[in-house]
């Protein structure tokens, strides 16, 4: 049985009204990119693709594969203490990247906060 959710997505991930937001990778790779960009650009006006301008609030990286996940650490200093840098990649059969997340994290100096 599908799960379903019923709390809008950009809610889930944390993103608010005003919220600095950059968006790293190819997010328009994705068949649902215009609705998520629309969503986010309809909460905050404050959206940076490619690396994240200083004290951002919320980080979409988009990986397909393992090595890409090296731009972590870079990441990390430009987002504010209590930020979140949110790993987006494929699930399930599509899937390109099998990591262990919890070996990234602490190679990366980053805690997880994950839903």
């Known amino acids: 049985m599908e799960r379903v959710y019923t709390a809008p997505l950009l809610d889930k991930l944390g993103i608010r009204p ?12 994705d068949l649902e990119a215009p609705v998520i960009r629309a969503a986010i650009e309809e909460r905050t006006s404050d959206v940076t693709n490619g690396l994240p301008q200083p004290d951002t609030d919320v980080v979409l990286l988009l990986v397909d594969a393992t090595d890409e996940l090296a731009i972590l650490s870079e990441l990390r200093p430009r987002i504010r203490q209590a930020g979140a840098i949110w790993v987006v990649s494929r699930k399930g059969k599509a899937a390109t990247i099998r990591v262990r997340p919890r070996k990234v994290r602490m190679d990366s100096g980053l805690l997880n906060r994950s839903t």
């Open 18 to 29: 005003g919220m600095r937001v950059a968006i790293v990778g190819d997010l328009d790779a």
